[in-house]
């Protein structure tokens, strides 16, 4: 089966990378998920084979599951890198930052639709892949504002901490995307 | 990994055609967020929820919270209520930290590392369910339903327990509130008086208040302290008998300064002194009282100087107390204790005050032994009786015939780790952390070991959940219907109401977490037991509670969470009610009839008694992760003599380990508090610190584990409950 030749629209990528970081089951954690990730790492630049496993084991997704639930949910002997921005700007839980972001949701006209906290790292990469379904580039302030301030943090941790190499490269990958990018950057690249 | 272009170039050029299908495809979860109307800022006001009761401690008190786009912002009182009206205390407010807490258990979890070494990993609700199930009636099967065994504590455990002990069948269920708390109070009471006596006395309206070992404003129960301080308010005399200058002590009239163990010897001293005085209430006793005389024979050898020199207390200091309790008798409270599990000699000292009740008449009239007459009608729901069943061990043994309710704690697990009289194989751990609640650690985890199958429930990470197989998250207080609470105005004098409230939540559950009607449930239907649930939903196990009293979720809503109506007086003397001074039945299996003191092993050269007791900031063990109160009082100094500190070259603030007399020493260190306000024979710290468990981010390590210096075990020969203050320790400097 062949994947369609169109631009890659960066709405599409966030929702992809909010997909990354959810916790990882067999129901959405398949080879063709692997493979998508894999190009897209191609089209960056980069060699897959070095960051992701080849094929969805048994093994290999309870090793994740284990290496993300110790990051992200309970660990011994801490959760090693909580995704939520509160922890990492207010120190608490559910705190000042989780309500500030939600009015941001709120004040572009959306809001949140499950049970988990408005500051969660996969809940904001869904809203700002929302942001930029709706117009492209409409999502910059929120990154500024809301989702770099932590998210250089907690990509750190996760790069220090992490066992397994799917996940700091999804991170590392998020990290691309959200990036405040200046048009000397663009300029320079392109 | 770098990545060496732009994100506007990688846009320009890249597309994923080589990959196996289209990128949309394989993004299958719904988004977290959706569009919705337009919100304006600060629109969300805040909304008052009603039905709140606490279960921060285990006195409930009624709550109000504020509540702001399902987040709570603050807990208050109730001001509708007539038990602890506005006030909540410090825990109460902190309830809002507990419900955040950032290492709260959000998922149901399976440990793929090792028991107390654990690796854990996220599994679904189904996975888990059917796991424990699995396991559960793997074991019901090959042991019969006694091979599984329950250690359960807070209103939540109540519905699973009942599951357990009824429906499946197993006799070993073994609660740390009876077996290393209350118990022997309430059964040695039921042997003398006929009733548990709560902490039912009249403090508010009384003459004379007496503590044995009460500390209250350290162990504060809103509407218990309201009664407390109202009666001094008033007037009334306090004395309080205990080795540490308390903040009781520090507002008695008489501070008693007793020997650790002795108490039950000040007891028989002081109503031996009373009634050769010829003080005792001999009207009251001749009507009410049963085997007077063989209790005054019995107890006529503690003569004021032998108490005075048993219990290391002045002599005039016994006769100053024992005529302040006779010269206002009946208007006394003699204050049943709470916590009692302290020697194992305790049946005997709780019979003791009980004794005294009756000796000085201190029942049914103001200031004394009085039961609130609360509201009638609420509707028991429970779990149907199944065809498995078994006697406890203790009962097939003929061992501990007042034991409370369950199982005695020791039993179960020496059996399992033995194996006899019969394997124990699987162990259902809910809302209680067994590893800070049972003395000798070690044992516990020695059972747990063994276990084929562990299974905890809980809201927090704490000791024992480190040695679960499969971990489940449970909607906290916060978070649930369920307790209903009843009783009657705090204080008995005052205007004669009754009261009935349920506990509503405050706030939606956050994350995977679940009710103990939804985890039972399932657990019972995967065991083959559905036809036996008795309710399918916590709200509606409610209504039905709520029914018989003509009352609903929707009506308590409506009456602002609390249901009050017109009460009745709760003084006067039952005709029938009699006070066994001397209990002939208690004589039949072998135990002393009339109060007896039993004396405790003496302080090793070199050592001290090791006590301790509440802080007013923190509940048992279960609030040393709560930042809030962690930070009012982050770990627990070990109080010691000041002449014996200057022996031991020990200045307040040295930071200490404590090593027991066999050997065990603590994990952490603390810090030393050093004053006079304690015997030179004992040192003292608030219990519930230095948790292991290094998932608690600030309680983990802070202060010191009294419970893993407790390893010498006592038990009380009559009831089976744990004695926890014999044990000894020295003051290492760390």
């Known amino acids: 089966m062949s994947a369609t030749q169109e631009p890659i629209r960066l709405a599409e990528i966030f929702r992809f990378l909010a997909q990354t970081m959810r916790y990882p089951e067999s129901s959405w954690f398949t080879d063709d998920f692997l493979s998508v990730f894999k190009e897209l790492l191609v ?17 290999t997704l309870e090793e994740i599951q284990v290496d993300y639930t110790r990051l992200f949910i309970n660990g011994v002997p801490h959760v090693v890198a909580p995704p939520y921005a509160s922890i990492y700007i207010d120190g608490t839980l559910n705190s000042t930052t989780a309500d500030k ?23 904001e990469l869904d809203f700002i892949a929302l942001l930029e379904d709706e117009k492209q580039g409409s999502s910059e302030e929120f990154l500024r504002l809301y989702f770099r301030p932590w998210f250089a943090k907690f990509r750190d941790l996760v790069l220090a901490e992490a066992e397994v190499s799917y996940l700091k ?22 | 990994m770098a990545f060496n272009l732009t994100r506007r170039k990688f846009l320009q050029t890249a597309t994923l055609a080589a990959a196996s299908v289209p990128l949309a495809n394989v993004v299958t979860a719904r988004a977290g967020v959706a569009k919705s109307p337009f919100t304006p800022s600060g629109t969300m006001a805040d909304k008052t929820m009603v039905g709140g009761i606490c279960e921060m401690c285990f006195w409930r008190c009624q709550l109000v919270g504020k509540v702001r786009d399902n987040k709570l912002m603050k807990l208050e009182g109730n001001p509708k209520s007539i038990d602890n009206g506005q006030s909540i205390c410090a825990r109460g407010n902190a309830g809002v930290q507990l419900l955040y807490d950032r290492d709260r258990l959000k998922y149901p979890m399976k440990n793929v590392g090792q028991r107390g070494a654990p690796k854990w990993k996220r599994i679904s609700w189904d996975e888990a369910l059917d796991t424990c199930a699995k396991k559960l009636k793997a074991t019901e099967q090959k042991f019969g339903a006694k091979g599984i065994c329950m250690f ?3 209103a939540s455990a109540k519905y699973p327990m009942h599951y357990l002990e009824k429906t499946v069948g197993t006799p070993n269920v073994s609660e740390a509130s009876f077996y290393q708390c209350r118990g022997i109070r309430d059964t040695a009471f039921l042997a003398t008086i006929g009733t548990p006596p709560g902490e039912n006395v009249d403090m508010a309206n009384a003459k004379v208040i007496f503590g044995l070992g009460c500390h209250f404003g350290e162990n504060v129960h809103v509407s218990h302290v309201k009664r407390y301080l109202k009666g001094l308010e008033n007037g009334a005399k306090l004395v309080i008998v205990d080795p540490r200058f308390s903040a009781s002590a520090a507002k008695a009239d008489e501070w008693v300064a ?6 039950t010897a000040l007891m028989l001293g002081m109503m031996n002194y009373i009634i050769q005085q010829g003080k005792h209430n001999k009207a009251f006793i001749d009507k009410h009282g049963i085997g007077f005389a063989e209790f005054k024979d019995s107890i006529a050898e503690w003569t004021i100087e032998k108490t005075a020199q048993t219990c290391d207390v002045p002599a005039d200091q016994i006769k100053r107390v024992a005529d302040l309790l006779a010269d206002n008798a009946p208007h006394v409270s003699i204050h049943p204790g709470r916590h009692v599990s302290w020697h194992g000699n305790d049946f005997q000292r709780q019979r003791s005050l009980a004794c005294m009740m009756g000796l000085l008449g201190a029942m049914g009239v103001k200031g004394g032994f009085v039961k609130g007459k609360g509201p009638k009608g609420i509707t028991s729901v429970t779990w149907p009786k199944g065809h498995d069943h078994v006697d406890a061990m203790h009962v097939e043994a003929g061992l501990y015939p007042f034991s409370p309710p369950g199982t005695p704690t020791d039993l179960i697990r020496d059996a399992a780790i033995t194996g006899a009289p019969y ?3 699987s162990c259902v751990i809910w809302g209680q952390n067994p590893i800070q609640t049972i003395p000798n650690q070690q044992k516990t985890i020695d059972m747990l070991k063994q276990m084929d199958f562990v299974m905890c429930v809980d809201v927090m990470p704490t000791d024992i959940t480190m040695y679960a197989d499969i971990l489940l998250p449970e909607a906290s207080y916060l978070e649930r219907y369920d307790y209903i609470k009843k009783g009657t105005q705090w204080d008995l004098s005052g205007k004669q109401q009754q009261y009935i409230s349920a506990r509503l939540p405050m706030v939606m559950a956050d994350f995977e977490r679940k009710d103990q009607v939804y985890i039972t449930n399932e657990i019972a239907k995967r065991m083959g037991y559905e036809d036996k649930i008795p309710v399918s939903a916590l709200p509606e196990m409610v209504d039905m509670q709520l029914s018989g009293a003509g009352l609903s979720i929707a009506k308590l809503i409506a009456e602002d969470g609390i249901h009050i109506q017109p009460g009745k007086d709760p003084y006067g003397v039952a005709d029938d009610l009699l006070v066994y001074f001397n209990n002939e039945e208690i004589a039949d299996y072998g135990y002393p009839a009339a109060p007896t003191y039993i004396a405790v092993e003496e302080v090793p050269a070199g050592h001290f008694r090791l006590l301790y007791g509440r802080s007013p900031v923190h509940t048992f063990n279960r609030s040393q992760n709560n930042v809030w109160l962690h930070n009012a009082m982050p770990e627990n100094p070990v109080w010691i003599n000041d002449e014996m500190a200057k022996k031991l070259n020990l200045t307040s603030g040295d930071r200490v380990h404590c090593i027991n007399s066999e050997g065990v020493k603590s994990r952490n260190t603390t810090i030393v508090k050093v004053t ?24 983990a390590g802070s202060g010191i584990d009294d419970q893993a210096l407790i390893t010498k075990l006592a038990v009380d020969p009559e009831t089976g409950c744990h004695g926890m203050r014999n044990n000894f320790v020295k003051l290492v400097k760390a």
């Open chain 2, 676 to 699: 006079p306000g304690i015997r030179k024979d004992c040192v003292y710290m608030a219990h519930g610190y230095g948790s292991m468990n290094p998932a608690l981010s600030v309680g």
């Open chain 2, 258 to 263: 007793v020997k650790p163990g002795t108490d």
């Open chain 1, 43 to 59: 089209q960056l630049g980069h060699v897959p084979q070095k960051s992701l496993p080849e094929k969805i084991t048994d093994v």
């Open chain 2, 152 to 154: 359960p504590h807070g």
């Open chain 2, 423 to 425: 394997p124990i194989k």
């Open chain 1, 169 to 190: 490269t999804a991170v590392e990958v998020i990290d691309f995307f959200t990036r405040i990018e200046t048009e000397a950057d663009s300029g320079q690249a392109a």
């Open chain 1, 101 to 123: 972001t939600r009015e941001y949701f709120r004040s572009h006209g959306f809001d949140i639709t499950t049970n988990e906290f408005p500051d969660h790292l996969v809940t």
